[in-house]
């Protein structure tokens, strides 16, 4: 068994890691990732294990342990709280870029999340949960309802396509839900926040909370849960407004 070595990266641009989150898989990010890559940059999308939000952070962390360079991380709603944990005290993370995502603060839980800013998320009642091996008391996992799927997690796609996407979602572990988080990363780290004013997985109200709260440079855009599928120009633009903000820095 063989160790990757870490990868090199063009010095004039920063390589952009992107996290997906819950319900969700890396390939979420295949629209984005074209993008940047048309514009020359490196662009790696890991598999988010979706088994505790701790672990998670610390999987990722071990992903930007192999590369050089600057890194602009990219989260999506749960990938959001991953990178908030991820990134800190990462010298070569020099962006943070949440898309509709978890800019979560100390000690808070993505359940406490949902109702900042006044919002409110149907997501809870729409959860089916299903057991797995080793899953402690309490827990298993969990996913949205293929019945609301599109509703409340990507109603400005099509409907066949939000029915694959139903199908073939990835669950979350339930303790992901409820795990306070650590020091966030965006207090040292420059970040950027996309709003989705359609959002029904994370209320708009909650997003514009905490984009505001991180201090994070924001656009709000008329678009579901899932604007790097629907949306993937403004999300790729912000992902590069980041990184060349970055490199200037």
Not at 58 to 64: G, I, N
Not at 208 to 216: K, N, T, V, Y
Request: glycine share 8%.
């Amino acid at each position: 068994m063989t160790t990757d070595s870490p990868t090199t990266d063009s010095p004039s641009k920063p390589t952009i890691v992107l996290v997906h989150g819950a319900f969700a898989d890396a390939s979420g990010w295949s629209g984005v990732i074209k993008r940047l890559q048309r514009e020359g940059y490196t662009a790696i999308a890991p598999a988010n294990p979706l088994r505790s939000l701790l672990g998670d952070a610390e999987y990722v962390r071990t992903v930007l342990s192999t590369i050089q360079g600057p890194i602009v991380l990219v989260g999506h709603s749960y990938g959001g709280a991953v990178i908030t944990n991820a990134a800190t005290d990462l010298e070569n993370v020099v962006s943070l870029v949440y898309i509709c995502g978890f800019a979560l603060d100390e000690g808070e839980a993505v359940l406490n999340a949902l109702a900042l800013g006044g919002g409110s998320s149907a997501l809870g009642e729409h959860t089916v949960v299903r057991p797995y091996p080793g899953a402690p008391d309490g827990d298993g996992d969990g996913y949205i309802d293929p019945e609301f799927f599109h509703e409340l997690f990507c109603a400005d796609l099509p409907e066949d396509e939000a029915a694959a996407m139903a199908a073939s979602q990835r669950p979350a572990a339930l303790n992901t839900l409820g795990t306070p988080s650590g020091f966030p990363a965006w207090k040292t780290i420059p970040s950027w926040y996309l709003i989705g004013s359609s959002d029904r997985t994370i209320p708009a109200e909650a997003e514009r909370f905490m984009a505001a709260r991180a201090e994070s440079h924001t656009v709000e855009i008329e678009s579901s849960h899932v604007a790097m599928i629907s949306h993937p120009d403004a999300v790729a633009k912000l992902v590069m407004d980041a990184a060349r903000t970055a490199v200037r820095a």
